[in-house]
């Protein structure tokens, strides 16, 4: 395991603590000065067991451990272990076209491709780097390449039916591929009901296979196709088997939100790496709460007195 920050230049702040303790007993000590030249406050102090110096102690303690905490996590705290991870980085295309409103799948197909998006990043181990892209008669980057599952998971919950016509798998692919082209290794999950009608898909399969990006397709609808505000819409299942075939991926068929659950051991491929963990939000949330202690103290325990 190994320890570093991105930011170390702020290490310097650490001198602050000293400073802290220092400033605490000096203050402390003015503040019994000024007690006890208004009244006898030695004699209080001895009938109530009053000990300014030993009762202010843990309020120190936890104003030093509140700017260590902080200090650590605007310098960027970060430590790498090697881990059991997953051996590629993936893009999921998730299709938004028209027909994605289709109702053959309750309560809709692209809310089940949301899900099955969702539900395949939880799956993924730590330090698994996942882009969301949606595509339609054009695709769009929704979320860039990252480990964080709380981004990832935003990005697919935002994602909307797109109110541009056609389904441009062609450029999805491309799209896709760009996004992965510094990655060692390469794969995309492609979620669409396979209405492809814009663009030359064999220019798409040529750069993804140039690249080495396997491509997984998924297919979603039934054979009885769903209403959509267009008419009935049926899936069509050909172009999703010639991406996968192409790439060397695999094709899945999902009639329900089930079906891909099993099928994600044969995507994700593990091996050992070297994964970074950044630590500096769970710090911000320890420091939070430690403030709010503090709060509570000062104004209970160990209110000041008299």
Known sequence: MAIYFTHPYYLFLIVILPIIVFLHFYLLKIKKNVAVRFSNFD??????????YSKNLVVVILAMLISFLAILSISGLQYQQVISSSASSYVIAIDTSQSMQANDLPPSRIEVAKKVASGF?????????????????????????TDDKELIKNAIDNIQLSSIGGTDIREAIISGTNVLAQEDSKSMILMSDGRLNVGDLQEGLDYATKNNVIIHTI???????GQTSLGLSKIEEDSLKSISFATGGQYFRVKNESDFVNSLDSILKYKLKNVTFDLTRPLMIAVLILVVLQYILVNTRYKSFP
């Open 121 to 145: 990043v939880d799956s993924t181990p730590a330090g698994t780097k996942v882009a969301i892209i949606t595509f339609s008669g054009s695709s769009f980057l929704e979320q860039d390449l």
């Open 43 to 52: 004699a209080i102090a001895r009938i109530r067991g009053i000990d300014l």
């Open 219 to 225: 297919g979603l609808g039934t054979d009885q196709g």
